[in-house]
Nanobody, 123 residues
Framework: QVQLVESGGGLVQEGDSLTLSCAISGRAYSTSWFRQPPGKEREFVGAISRFAGATEYADSVQGRFTISRNLENNTVYLQMNNLKPEDTAIYYC???????????????????WGQGTQVTVSS
C-alpha cells in the first residue's frame, strides 16, 4: 500500500513562490500533482517519472512550476514560481502503481492520493 502526505501549502501574494512536498511511503512509479480550484473540477498540473525524472506539465503552469523528486527520502516536490490568483486551489499528490515512466494526465491514471494541501494566492 502506498501512502502520500502533502505539505507546504499556505497563503501567499501574487508573484510569490511556494514549494509543496509529497512524502511517499511505499513503491510508486509515476507521481503527479493535481489541483482543484474553488468550484471547479480537479485538473492535472504535472507529473514526474520515478527513475529518469522525466516530467510533463499542463500548459497553464509550464515555465512557472517545476516538479522534482528525491529518491533517498522518497519525496516529490512542486516548486511554484510567479504565483497567480488563478493558482488558488487544493493541491493533491497522486501516484501510479503502473510500471510506466509517466502514467498520464487523468485522475483515473493514478491509484493513490494524498489528502491535499490548500494554496491561496492573493492579488
Amino acid at each position: 500500500q502506498v501512502q502520500l502526505v502533502e505539505s507546504g501549502g499556505g497563503l501567499v501574494q501574487e508573484g510569490d513562490s511556494l514549494t509543496l512536498s509529497c512524502a511517499i511511503s511505499g513503491r510508486a512509479y509515476s507521481t503527479s500533482w493535481f489541483r482543484q480550484p474553488p468550484g471547479k473540477e480537479r485538473e492535472f498540473v504535472g507529473a514526474i517519472s520515478r527513475f529518469a525524472g522525466a516530467t510533463e506539465y499542463a500548459d497553464s503552469v509550464q515555465g512557472r512550476f517545476t516538479i522534482s523528486r528525491n529518491l533517498e527520502n522518497n519525496t516529490v516536490y512542486l516548486q511554484m514560481n510567479n504565483l497567480k490568483p488563478e493558482d488558488t486551489a487544493i493541491y493533491y499528490c497522486a501516484a501510479s502503481a503502473q510500471k510506466v515512466p509517466l502514467a498520464g494526465s487523468r485522475s483515473v491514471d493514478y491509484d493513490y492520493w494524498g489528502q491535499g494541501t490548500q494554496v491561496t494566492v492573493s492579488s
